[in-house]
């Protein structure tokens, strides 16, 4: 049986101005909302929606809520079990990190001068990392050279994957700015990890230590359950 129309199947059984029900998806576009809902055996095409942040990760065989308001008829959201992999999955978490160094010399082969750790949420399987870099350089020699900054991100024990690497000139007797900054979005077997974040510096030339050399390192993460 189908029905675009809940009212004559149901009012009669729940005359009250508020009633519950329970159904299950059979079809959702994750992009507009789109629906098919079984509901005790009655298919009904696009219920209207509380508007749910979890829209996009509802799936067809996931158990909604219906609220009932008089003949009005809205998916109030999904059901969920405690313990079960779907608790979570439309949760949102961020974190933050920072580390700095100073006085530091500059080498040919090249170092992360700052690091830091980031843990990933139990339920989360999604990270959108965002990882600056800021470097400012003091060239005390005689000679000119470039250096470089790059910011690195990884999932130990797995190494760093840094990304693109940022220069400037640094003349002699002068202070030089250089900023990194990378984005990357790891997925798959996180939860429970610990992410690492990583500023890595080196220059053309080794410079010997400045008072003066700063590094500093700011990540942002944002957690995500995906299904």
């Known amino acids: 049986m189908k029905s675009d129309d809940l009212v004559p199947f149901l009012t009669v059984q729940q005359p009250r101005d508020l009633g519950f029900r329970q159904g299950t998806v059979v079809d959702w576009d994750p992009s507009n909302g789109r629906n098919t809902i079984n509901v005790s055996g009655t298919l009904v095409t696009d219920l209207p929606m509380i508007n749910l942040a979890d829209a996009p990760n509802i799936r067809p065989g996931d ?9 009005v008829y809205f998916i109030a959201g999904r059901i ?20 700095n160094a100073f006085g530091f010399a500059v080498t040919t082969g090249g170092a992360d001068l700052v690091t830091a750790t980031v843990p990933v949420p139990p339920w989360a399987n999604t990270a959108q990392y965002q990882v600056l870099v800021n470097a400012s350089i003091f060239n005390g020699g005689t000679t000119s050279t470039n250096v470089y900054v790059a910011a690195g991100s ?7 994957t840094y990304g693109n690497q ?53 990540v942002n993460v944002t957690f995500t359950r995906t299904r």
């Open 63 to 71: 158990v909604v809520a219906i609220t009932r308001f008089r003949s």
């Open 166 to 218: 940022s220069f400037t000139g640094a003349e002699a007797g002068m202070s030089r700015n250089v900023t990194a900054f990378t984005q990357v979005a790891g997925t798959g077997d996180i939860a429970g990890k610990t992410l690492a974040f990583a500023g890595r510096l080196h220059g053309d030339a080794a410079l010997a230590a400045q008072p003066a050399n700063s590094i500093a390192l700011d």
């Open 80 to 99: 969920v079990n405690a313990g079960t992999t779907d608790f979570g999955s439309a949760a949102v978490a961020f974190a933050h990190a920072t580390d």
């Open 154 to 160: 990884a999932v130990p024990p797995d190494a760093f």
